[in-house]
């Protein structure tokens, strides 16, 4: 039998749309207090109502950019007392911006990539693990990819960024040992978000062929492996989570329909 979550407080980051805000529901519906950023507010406190309908137990929002360092550090430290004890992280806040070969792109990319899926994660890692190593309880979920098992062309720094992202969930397992802290990597395929039109740079068209004759995995499904993981039984820790749809069989092997 699983853990319930009700009461707990849960961190998500990149919470206002795609994956953040399916897995915000599904969190919501088995009560949990939602504490959610986005670098803005406004579609947050949009989807308070429909996330308080759903079940969630209270819902707290915050502008918060990760890659700023300082920032990250001040808004944890500076939540209120009832929000303080968070239970369960997901750090979810990431992109991918461009398709090309690695000697012709923008370095400018790298930099985004990097500082957001990389040092994003460890900014709001480090401020958040302390606390529940004190504690005794948590657990942190790692937004990974199926790109940071294999690599595909035009995306060398992005597969980088989550294969680092898979080495790091497997390091912090290593270093929590003798707490009951668990640390859950999870990595899908292709999910039909707003990603790939971000990658894009705002081109709905370019984006749309990613998904083309193929089912592709919804943020909903990814939302149910995240909410699977955080309610097993509290002494098993799910390492990781590789899923794609039945169209995938990793990053750069899939079925399209003619």
């Known amino acids: 039998m699983g853990i319930s979550i009700a009461g707990k407080i849960a961190f998500i980051t990149g919470a206002s749309a795609g994956i953040g805000k399916s897995t915000a529901l599904a969190l919501a519906a088995a009560g949990a207090k939602l504490l959610l950023c986005a670098r803005t507010t406004d579609a947050l406190d949009a989807m308070r109502d429909e996330l308080k309908a759903a079940g969630a137990a209270d819902v707290h929002t915050l502008a918060l950019d990760v890659t700023r360092r300082a920032d990250v550090a001040s808004a944890i430290a500076s939540l209120p007392a009832e929000w303080q004890s968070i239970e369960i992280l997901v750090n979810n806040a990431g992109l991918a911006r461009g398709l090309?070969?690695?000697?012709?792109?923008?370095?400018?990319?790298?930099?985004?990539?990097?500082?957001?899926?990389?040092?994003?994660?460890?900014?709001?890692?480090?401020?958040?693990?302390?606390?529940?190593?004190?504690?005794?309880?948590?657990?942190?979920?790692?937004?990974?990819?199926?790109?940071?098992?294999?690599?595909?062309?035009?995306?060398?720094?992005?597969?980088?960024?989550?294969?680092?992202?898979?080495?790091?969930?497997?390091?912090?397992?290593?270093?929590?040992?003798?707490?009951?802290?668990?640390?859950?990597?999870?990595?899908?395929?292709?999910?039909?978000?707003?990603?790939?039109?971000?990658?894009?740079?705002?081109?709905?068209?370019?984006?749309?062929?990613?998904?083309?004759?193929?089912?592709?995995?919804?943020p909903d499904d990814v939302a149910d492996a995240i909410l699977w993981a955080v309610t097993r039984p509290a002494h098993v820790n799910v390492s990781s989570v590789l899923l794609t749809s039945i169209d995938q069989a990793n990053a750069v092997t899939i079925h399209r329909r003619t």
């Not at 370019?206 to 004759?213: Q, T």
């Open 100 to 218: 090309e070969k690695i000697y012709l792109d923008d370095i400018e990319n790298w930099e985004e990539m990097i500082d957001t899926n990389m040092k994003g994660l460890l900014y709001v890692t480090r401020a958040v693990l302390p606390g529940m190593v004190t504690r005794n309880a948590g657990h942190v979920i790692n937004l990974g990819s199926t790109a940071g098992w294999t690599a595909y062309a035009g995306g060398a720094v992005y597969c980088a960024t989550k294969a680092a992202e898979k080495i790091l969930s497997e390091g912090m397992r290593i270093d929590l040992l003798g707490t009951a802290v668990r640390v859950t990597s999870v990595d899908p395929g292709m999910v039909e978000t707003r990603f790939s039109e971000i990658r894009f740079g705002g081109d709905k068209e370019r984006a749309a062929k990613v998904y083309a004759n193929t089912t592709p995995l919804t």
